[in-house]
């Protein structure tokens, strides 16, 4: 009976898990969003963009310690499921409902990952663009000086040799 009792508190705890796991993909979800906006605009804000991504790397690490806590006390709980699944029927249907949620918010949020690294692409060859010619106009600029520079010499040069 104390083994029942205390797969019971499992079980509660993987419901808990996966309510956590939803609080946290729906910040990573709002988090994605703002990356989203932040590449939509003309300037991008780089500290708030990192500001994003350092918070979405806490949300990542949570929700890889929530999976392996619900793996294991679903690996502990597991046998007693099976064998019992109308004593934990509400706590099933509970977690089944979470799994869709979860499920739908983290296929929404892969689906704006995927905008958000194809507007990335397009900013950074923007910004490569603006680099390379940044380097050609200074290239250049330092070239056209160079050859004035060595023009005036030459023109001075025959300029006094005709007097």
Wanted: hydrophobic letters at 35%.
């Amino acid at each position: 009976m104390e083994e029942k009792r205390q797969n019971a508190v499992y079980v509660s705890m993987m419901v808990d898990s996966l309510k956590r796991k939803e609080r946290v993909l729906k910040s990573l979800y709002k988090l994605t969003g703002e990356q989203e906006a932040l590449l939509r605009e003309d300037e991008l804000d780089q500290a708030r963009f990192q500001g994003t991504m350092d918070e979405k790397a806490e949300g990542i690490a949570e929700l890889n310690q929530l999976d392996e806590g619900f793996d294991l006390l679903f690996r502990t709980v597991k046998s007693e499921i099976q064998a019992d699944r109308e004593a934990y029927r509400a706590e099933i249907q509970e977690m089944q409902k979470y799994i869709a949620s979860v499920s739908d918010l983290s296929v929404k949020i892969q689906a704006l990952e995927r905008q958000n690294s194809e507007r990335m692409k397009i900013y950074l060859a923007n910004q490569k663009k603006v680099i390379r010619d940044f380097r050609v106009n200074n290239k250049t600029a330092t070239s056209y000086y160079k050859n004035m520079t060595n023009t005036s010499a030459a023109q001075s040069y025959f300029f006094n040799q005709t007097k």
